[in-house]
């Protein structure tokens, strides 16, 4: 993806990050430059697997060039030039403080969005009540882009302005859900409930069987979710775990070679 990694044969860049000097290439993208330099920005809408957004800013950052100053959203922004960043200035906490404030609005629930309000001191604002009590969702859409991504489609967003939320067509459970949970591994603040039991695993308020191995009777995903698989791919569903498939393959090869 142009700007996720390095560009390979272009001129590097030095850049300072907190006073630190930080090699790059141009148009890799701010916020992979300090994580692969040990320096941690906080974000929420940013996924490794997924295209980035940019929509949550609480990666916000300085960037110093040429004696000008702007604030950035560092997951989205590429480096194109030497320059100077700051991740934790008096400025970026104080804005970061009220983006969280906004999130916390939002996400009351979400104990995530919490501890960065207590790590940042985001400010309380009174005329800023929450719609729900219970809502952990930030409305970053990183859920329906990993459902999206594995050609499935079946959240998204729907409604508009204070009713705009993540959900199935028409609140019923989704005909084209094949329970994954992907949704809900991608999700910042666990705002997409996911249950167990020994049989079924419940999401999105369908419920789906599970499939259990062969030999140890573990779960390891949904019927459905190997079912797709094994559509996509052309080879059968599994009917091990992955633990036991290992232990087979091991098995199968002392037998050709020997223990």
Known sequence: MPGRGLWRGARQLTITIDGRDVLCEPGELLLSIAERSGIHIPNLCRH?????QGCCRVCIAEVETGGRREVVAACVYPVERECAVYTD?????????????LLRARAPASAEIDRLCREYGAPEYSRFTAHRDDEKCILCGLCAAACES???????MVNRGIDKKVSTPYDEPALVCVG???CASVCPTGAISVSEDASERTIWNKKLPLAL??????AFG???????????????PPELCPDCRRKAI???????YGR
């Open 48 to 52: 490794e697997g997924l295209r980035e």
């Open 89 to 101: 200035s008096e400025r970026i906490r104080r804005n970061r403080g009220v983006i969280l404030a």
């Open 150 to 156: 594995l050609g499935t489609g079946a959240i998204s």
């Open 180 to 182: 994954c949970a992907s």
């Open 213 to 218: 191995c062969s030999r140890c009777g573990t």
């Open 222 to 236: 949904t019927v459905f979710e190997h079912y797709r698989a094994s559509q996509q791919s052309g080879a059968p």
């Open 250 to 256: 091991t098995d199968a090869m002392a037998d050709t």
